[in-house]
T-cell receptor, first 110, second 115 residues
Framework: DVKVTQSSRYLVKRTGEKVFLECVQD?????MFWYRQDPGLGLRLIYF???????EKGDIPEGYSVSREKKERFSLILESASTNQTSMYLC?????????FGPGTRLTVT | DQQVKQNSPSLSVQEGRISILNCDYT??????FLWYKKYPAEGPTFLIS?????DKNEDGRFTVFLNKSAKHLSLHIVPSQPGDSAVYFC??????????????FGKGTKLSVKP
């Protein structure tokens, strides 16, 4: 079974802090994705990566950056957290077209 | 502009009856469609998919129907069970359109199955 893990299930940070969200997959997938989920807005793509060192902006990249130094690991960085970044963050990986998701990180910025 | 639309934010069904979740899309380049199920505080899990060369795909209690001319797909759950209560997301991909496997998600439909 594909396993995608995220470093934290719940996180509380203060406005202005730098936040790192880590994601690791164990299926040797080329593609990895970061989404946020908000009520009534569905899943919105923040960034994605098709290979190590590669990254592409999704639909809502503002305020975020990513890092992919190893194939199995994809990190999402909030350079200076703001209250409007309070959300559920979901990481996914895929080899073809089915994306497999991690359990999510519920981030609260106060 | 939403390319994948789930027009019903919620649906309530009695246990044992059929649940029908609908999804419409606008991009004619989409050729692969997926349904995901999401429980609160968990990540979405892949449920079932269908390629545009088919009009139906079944997996146990779950069947997905695709009507390409209407750009419409639906997920049927028969019989519905209380454990099916979750948010269901429809997603689409243009496999040969340069998107390299990116999925476009709808906003989701919250299904409640009442005992």
């Amino acid at each position: 079974d594909v396993k995608v893990t995220q470093s934290s299930r719940y996180l509380v940070k203060r406005t202005g802090e730098k936040v790192f969200l880590e994601c690791v997959q164990d299926m040797d997938h080329e593609n990895m994705f970061w989404y946020r989920q908000d009520p009534g807005l569905g899943l919105r793509l923040i960034y994605f990566s098709y290979d190590v060192k590669m990254k592409e902006k999704g639909d809502i990249p503002e305020g975020y950056s990513v890092s992919r130094e190893k194939k199995e690991r994809f990190s999402l960085i909030l350079e200076s957290a703001s209250t409007n970044q309070t959300s559920m963050y979901l990481c996914a990986s895929s080899g073809n077209y089915e994306q497999y998701f991690g359990p999510g990180t519920r981030l609260t910025v106060t | 502009d939403q390319q994948v639309k789930q027009n019903s934010p919620s649906l309530s069904v009695q246990e044992g009856r059929i649940s029908i979740l609908n999804c419409d899309y606008t991009n004619s380049m989409f050729d692969y469609f997926l349904w995901y199920k999401k429980y609160p505080a968990e990540g979405p899990t892949f449920l079932i998919s269908i390629s545009s060369i088919k009009d139906k795909n079944e997996d146990g209690r779950f069947t997905v129907f695709l009507n390409k001319s209407a750009k419409h797909l639906s997920l049927h759950i028969v019989p519905s069970q209380p454990g099916d209560s979750a948010v269901y997301f429809c997603a689409a991909s243009a496999r040969y359109g340069g998107s390299q496997g990116n999925l476009i998600f709808g906003k989701g439909t919250k299904l409640s199955v009442k005992p």
